[in-house]
């Protein structure tokens, strides 16, 4: 009986428990839409020589938030609920106490009297806990009729007006940078995530721009007055005559976020989609390389997969296994040539097929195929052979020796010592990839009197 009431006792504490757990969770999530659901309302009304702007934020719950406002704001009142003022909880009136009311911010901005185009930068209040929010613009101008404004946000209405013209803007997140310029601008939708403007059709390719989904919504405004490219949050300000080269290669560097030894893949992917030359003549020729050993078909495979990668896994060894699963090449192209400060590394094969040596398995000698000659691993093989590796002062020559045959290699020439006996070759028969030294297997017989057999599964040296 008493095992049964333990039992028992057990089994509803473990219910109560889980009951709890579904209400904190409960508790949990309706705080965390709460949060969601938070939304502002900012209206911009633009005078002769200033910016009044109102925003309204409602759905906060209660709590004290740091606030930050836009640093040239001046005349700055806070109204919390029903014109009650805010309640400040420092003397730098930086941080704010809420009851669930709807917060209202109002101060002005200077506007200038005469620019042929204007960008707007840090204009909104922000709320530091809470960087995401639904934002809606209401801009009305009375002073710039004769232009159009843009913003890094969807432009969901725009009225021309007897006194005024009004334009509407939403976006998630924090108040967007907002544009002007006198010559009108026309939205243009590139795809989900990418919007032009500009005063004309963007004379672009834009289906190598279509396949660059950024990982943000962006904005990318064709200025005719621009002379250089500026770059604000999600809004991009670009010259007109800007190539889709080049703007792909910006787009590139957004959607990937690569640093490092990895910053030179825009350059090569924007110059493939696009097959024009890449700007970093490195990255030229390795572009060169892919096009002459994969086909149409694969490296627009290729490429698609790169792009379709997070930016966190991209590196040169991806790059490598990314050509393997689309033309089966199996190869260390990219990593050999990641470090832009090293020459260019020329292009070769890795064999797939495992590699005995006298009968034994070697997993530490590579095989590889460059201009139809077939290279193997020299260190690890000589040391299997039994040799003896003796060091040098020069890293370009080696000097091996066993029951006393000594050979001497000078990896830049056709020439090497036995015993103190010069012998050559017809070709030199080394290749050196990152300081890894391959020996032409042509050359096995002559040196060590090994042969090579091979099948589709096995290469046998003895």
Not at 61 to 79: M, S
Not at 239 to 255: D, G, M, S
Not at 316 to 325: A, I, N, R, V, W
Not at 405 to 414: E, V
Request: aromatic share 10%; net charge neutral; hydrophobic share 40%.
């Amino acid at each position: 009986m008493t095992k049964r009431v333990i039992r028992f006792s057990l089994f509803l504490a473990a219910v109560v428990g889980g009951i709890l757990i579904i209400q904190w969770k409960g508790y949990s999530s309706s705080k965390d839409a709460a949060l969601l659901n938070i939304d502002q309302t900012l209206s911009l009304h633009h005078t002769h020589d200033e910016f009044v702007v109102k925003q309204v934020i409602d759905n906060l719950p209660e709590g004290k938030y740091n606030v930050r406002f836009p640093a040239k704001a001046k005349d700055i009142d806070c109204q919390s609920g029903e014109e009650k003022t805010c309640k400040w909880v420092n003397e730098r009136n930086s941080k704010i106490k809420i009851n669930e009311e709807p917060l209202t911010f109002t101060y002005k901005l200077k506007a200038p009297k005469k620019v042929s185009g204007f960008l707007l930068e840090d204009w909104g209040v922000r709320i530091e806990e809470v960087p995401s929010m639904t934002t809606r613009i209401q801009l009305t101008e009375q002073n710039w009729r004769n232009g159009s404004w843009a913003a890094g946000a969807e432009l969901a209405g725009k009225e021309k007006m007897e006194a005024i013209d009004y334009y509407v803007f939403e976006s998630l997140g924090t108040p967007p940078p907002l544009y002007w310029q006198e010559k009108a601008l026309v939205p243009t939708e590139i795809n989900q995530h990418l919007t032009f403007y500009s005063g004309r059709k963007p004379a672009l390719n834009t289906s190598i721009l279509k396949k660059i989904v950024p990982e943000e919504k962006l904005f990318v405004i064709m200025s005719s007055h621009a002379k250089t490219m500026k770059e604000t949050e999600n809004l991009i300000i670009i010259p007109e005559n800007i190539t889709e080269e080049k703007l792909a290669r910006l787009l590139l560097k957004r959607k990937l976020s690569l640093k490092g030894e990895n910053e030179w893949l825009p350059d090569l992917i924007a110059s493939a989609m696009s097959n024009t030359p890449a700007q970093n003549s490195k990255v030229e020729k390795m572009r060169q390389t892919l096009f002459s050993v994969l086909t149409e078909d694969q490296m627009e495979r290729w490429t698609s997969s790169v792009l379709s990668a997070g930016p966190e896994t991209i590196s040169s060894e991806m790059l490598d296994e990314l050509l393997e699963e689309t033309a089966g090449i199996r190869t260390d192209f990219f990593q050999s040539n990641a470090n832009m400060s090293i020459a260019f590394q020329p292009f070769y094969f890795l064999d797939k097929r495992e590699v005995y040596l006298e009968g034994h398995k070697a997993d530490d000698i590579k095989v590889l195929f460059q201009n139809d000659r077939t290279f193997i691993s020299f260190i690890p093989l000589v040391k299997k052979l039994g040799f003896r590796v003796q060091g040098t002062s020069n890293s370009e020559e080696m000097i091996i020796e066993k029951a006393g045959d000594k050979f001497h290699f000078i990896y830049s020439q056709k020439l090497f010592a036995k015993n103190e006996q010069q012998f050559g070759f017809q070709k030199n028969p080394f290749f050196i990839d990152r300081k890894d030294v391959y020996l032409d297997t042509a050359a096995l017989a002559e040196l060590f009197g090994l042969e090579v057999k091979e099948n589709s599964h096995e290469i046998k040296i003895q």
